[in-house]
């Protein structure tokens, strides 16, 4: 029978990517410098091939390196899979979950949502990861996350998807704005420059350009935001109108704010999904778990 990696070499080496330095990561394993790098020999020599080029000052993840550091992530992930497997009998959605979510929904859709799932889940333990959508994705893909909640449409591959629901677009404008008259809005009729949005990378910039037909994008100002929060205090100091999700209305971010929203005839939406590994043993919790949120938001 051919010789596989360990559990333990796995969990130093995948500890090893992460913080690219040999005492660190042997701190964070919590053993020694010299054991850990006689484990990450082993697995060298169990795989046949050098995972690590190293100097006297840096230690350098070389390319087959970062594929097996992707794959050890998968199969230690799968192998909790296993444990959880073995804890079903405890109830449904019970132990360790790792939940990516994208900041254009978490502020708004988690805190009351949180709650309730704690009371009627308690036995689950829901670690939160915020960031932009295309990281979240590659942490998936690397193992690093069990689920995600985003928005789409996004361009996806090897993922199981299930949509909540459709969030709609909202105008926010400062009250006493000249830049756009809310009620007779049109696109068409905005100035150059006075749309702002968030910058590249966040999918919300996308998907309100799509789903408020914004087609003239010298309507969209070249400085773009970096965060919501930030784009809303553009707005608020009057240098432009912009569009939000309808779950932002009524949010912390617009309280105590001089904004106003306001509906946009013809607007689109974004669908808001749960998304996890195709092929998952844990589907049908994923699937419970979209469930609860979409009756709770």
């Not at 689920?147 to 789409?152: N, P, R, S, W, Y």
């Not at 809310?182 to 905005?190: C, G, I, Q, T, Y």
């Given at each position: 029978?051919?010789?596989?990696?360990?559990?333990?070499?796995?969990?130093?080496?995948?500890?090893?990517?992460?913080?690219?330095?040999?005492?660190?990561?042997?701190?964070?394993?919590?053993?020694?410098?010299?054991a850990f790098s006689t484990a990450i020999q082993e697995l060298e020599l169990t795989l046949g091939a050098q995972l690590v080029d190293?100097?006297?000052?840096?230690?350098?993840?070389?390319?087959?390196?970062?594929?097996v550091a992707v794959q050890a992530r998968i199969c230690l992930q799968e192998l909790q899979d296993i444990t959880r497997l073995a804890r079903e009998r405890e109830g449904p959605l019970s132990g360790k979950l790792v939940l990516g979510v994208i900041p254009t929904i978490?502020?708004?859709?988690?805190?009351?949502?949180?709650?309730?799932?704690?009371?009627?889940?308690?036995?689950?333990?829901?670690?939160?990861?915020?960031?932009?959508s295309d990281e979240l994705y590659a942490g998936l893909q690397a193992g690093n996350i069990d689920?995600?909640?985003?928005?789409?449409p996004f361009p996806l591959k090897n993922v199981e998807t299930q949509v909540l629901f459709q969030d709609g677009f909202l105008l926010a404008c400062r009250r006493d704005t000249a830049l756009?008259?809310?009620?007779?809005?049109?696109?068409?009729?905005?100035?150059?420059?006075s749309v702002l949005l968030l910058e590249d990378g966040h999918c919300l910039r996308d998907h309100a350009v799509s789903a408020c037909h914004i087609s003239e994008l010298d309507k969209v100002n070249?400085?773009?935001a970096s965060s919501l929060h930030t784009l809303l205090e553009m707005v608020e100091s009057d240098l432009g109108i912009t569009f939000i999700p309808e779950m932002a209305q009524g949010s912390a971010l617009l309280r105590g704010t001089h904004i106003?929203?306001?509906?946009?005839?013809?607007?689109?939406?974004?669908?808001?999904?749960?998304?996890?590994?195709?092929?998952?043993?844990?589907?049908?919790?994923?699937?419970a778990l979209g469930d609860f949120i979409a009756e709770n938001r």
């Open positions: 029978m051919q010789k596989l990696p360990s559990v333990r070499q796995l969990q130093y080496f995948v500890t090893l990517d992460e913080l690219g330095h040999f005492g660190r990561a042997a701190e964070a394993c919590f053993v020694s410098q010299s190293r100097t006297n000052r840096r230690v350098t993840i070389n390319s087959v390196g970062r594929e978490g502020p708004f859709l988690l805190p009351t949502m949180l709650k309730k799932l704690r009371r009627t889940f308690p036995k689950l333990q829901l670690y939160l990861r915020e960031q932009r689920l995600l909640l985003m928005a789409l756009v008259d809310p009620a007779k809005f049109s696109v068409d009729e905005l100035h150059p420059e070249r400085f773009a106003a929203t306001h509906p946009v005839q013809s607007a689109g939406h974004r669908d808001i999904a749960l998304i996890w590994r195709k092929g998952s043993n844990h589907g049908d919790d994923f699937r």
